[in-house]
């Protein structure tokens, strides 16, 4: 008899293992038919793998009770972030600020003035909640939040260019990320494309050339995760709003990252901040909630009044409209900027983008002695900003680096609870202190100590 018919004849029965005492404890914490399918999870395991199954009553109760904890795991889930890619997008991008996730609370536990105005007892606009802090903290005279970054660009352009012309640099017609490219987003707006310059290099005079009557927008466009060098020429703000004022053709600069302090002090140089966007003479300025700033994933629109009126006003805004939640995490995350120096202390982003290297390299040598292992070696790193802001810095960082197979090491890591993601690099897991919160570096000794091979 082969050793498969063996296994199979001893599998137990749905039934039986019902009756065990082990499992009718489960039943105490799980409806019946969770723990049913969790069974038959099990046995149909045992029988696809007849050496791994479990023997003993003992062993075939722990199977049970780790099917159950499965199916009770939500999908969605808290992370340690341990790449040293601080606006990770696969990882959720920023993590809110306490002052943020006090004011969810406040708001989803019961009613809210979303759209209700509480001077006049009547209807009011759920558009106004962030906006007075928006233009207090960047000069604006009009702000309009939406769902996120890329909503924004399509209804700006959908509102003045719809089936008129948007002028933009070949050097800026890139992807983002997954889904998002700039010449497709702009094509779906309902405004022609109109490119101009060459991918390197793009002249006030290309832009001047391709504008004419049928011009709805002058386009420019952060290229985010990737940079331009070498033999290359750009239009500044300032060139094209002087080409586009006295035609009355508006410019949109999708700034993308939405900085609103400069972080200059720490190393991190050379992109606008909203405020800057603005003085320089972009009309409308379009930015994300959760990269640079800081707060909930959302679509902030700076600009004239008259033009965001138009946006307002656009039946398409409803479709991106921004929820309840969001507002209240994004208004008090802005509130945090009031004053700056707060704003880089409380704000989570900005903390870990600034920590100190010492600072992060005496966590590492704690998280080190704590673990234990001479397989463990604190190593010099670079973390990134990421979500395409200051592609190209290099932040100092610390990290721990793990012996032992890459590959094992990292998908132990991935299986603890909470998962933990890494990089490989020359064969090791490393683990960056940057993105890893200080509370969190109890919860990682534990789980390399558990997962070294
Ligand atoms: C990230 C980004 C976007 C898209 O913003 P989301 O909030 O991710 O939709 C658009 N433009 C630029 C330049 C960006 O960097």
């Not at 889930?77 to 997008?89: K, Q, S």
């Not at 660009?153 to 017609?173: F, M, P, Q």
């Amino acid at each position: 008899m082969s050793p498969t018919n063996d296994a199979r004849r001893k599998l137990p029965s749905v039934g039986s293992l019902l009756e065990t005492g082990g499992v009718q404890a489960l039943l105490e914490q799980s409806p019946r038919s969770v723990v049913v399918d969790a069974i038959r999870r099990t046995i149909d395991a045992a029988r696809l793998e007849p050496s791994g199954a479990p023997s003993t009553d003992e062993q075939w109760v722990r199977a049970v009770s780790d099917a159950v904890a499965q199916t009770n795991t939500p999908s969605l889930r808290r992370v340690i972030n341990a790449t040293g890619v601080v606006l990770h997008t696969n990882l959720g991008r920023a993590p809110l600020a306490q002052a943020a996730l006090d004011a969810i609370v406040r708001v989803a536990q019961g009613f809210s003035n979303l759209e209700y105005d509480l001077e006049s007892g009547a209807r009011g606009s759920r558009y106004v909640h962030c906006s007075q802090l928006l233009r207090e903290l960047t000069g604006a005279e009009d702000a309009l939040v939406v769902n996120n970054g890329a909503a924004a660009l399509v209804l700006v352009l959908n509102t003045i260019a719809d089936g008129r012309d948007a002028v933009v640099s070949r050097g800026e017609l890139v992807e983002i990320g997954g889904s998002f490219r700039v010449p497709d987003i702009m094509r779906k707006s309902g405004a022609r494309l109109v490119e101009v310059g060459t991918t390197n290099r793009t002249h006030v005079e290309d832009y001047e050339r391709a504008v004419s009557a049928e011009t709805g927008a002058i386009l420019k466009v952060h290229r985010s995760n990737f940079a331009l060098s070498g033999f290359v020429a750009e239009a500044s703000i300032a060139a094209l709003a002087a080409l586009g004022a006295p035609r009355g053709i508006p410019v949109i600069h999708d700034l993308g990252s939405g900085l609103l302090v400069s972080l200059a002090d720490y190393g991190l140089d050379g992109e606008p901040t909203a405020r800057e966007a603005l003085r320089a003479g972009a009309t409308i300025v379009t930015m994300s909630g959760d990269k640079l700033l800081g707060g909930p994933q959302a679509g902030i629109i700076l600009g004239s009044r008259s033009l965001l009126d138009g946006v307002r006003k656009n039946p398409l805004t409803r479709s991106y409209r921004v929820d309840k939640l969001t507002l209240a995490a994004l208004e008090a995350t802005l509130a945090l900027y009031r004053d700056p120096a707060r704003a880089v202390r409380e704000i989570p982003v900005l903390a870990q983008l600034t920590e100190p290297v010492a600072a992060l390299r005496d966590r590492a040598e704690r998280l080190r002695a704590v673990i234990g292992d001479p397989r463990v070696d604190v190593i010099e790193t670079s973390a990134s900003v990421g979500g395409g802001a200051f592609p190209t810095a290099e932040i100092p960082s610390v990290g721990i680096a793990i012996g032992g197979r890459a590959d094992t090491v990292g998908q132990r890591l991935r299986r603890n609870d909470p998962p933990i993601i890494g990089r490989i690099a020359d064969g090791r897991v490393i683990l960056d202190l940057r993105t890893i919160a200080a509370r969190e570096d109890f919860e990682v000794a534990a789980a390399v100590r558990t997962s070294i091979e």
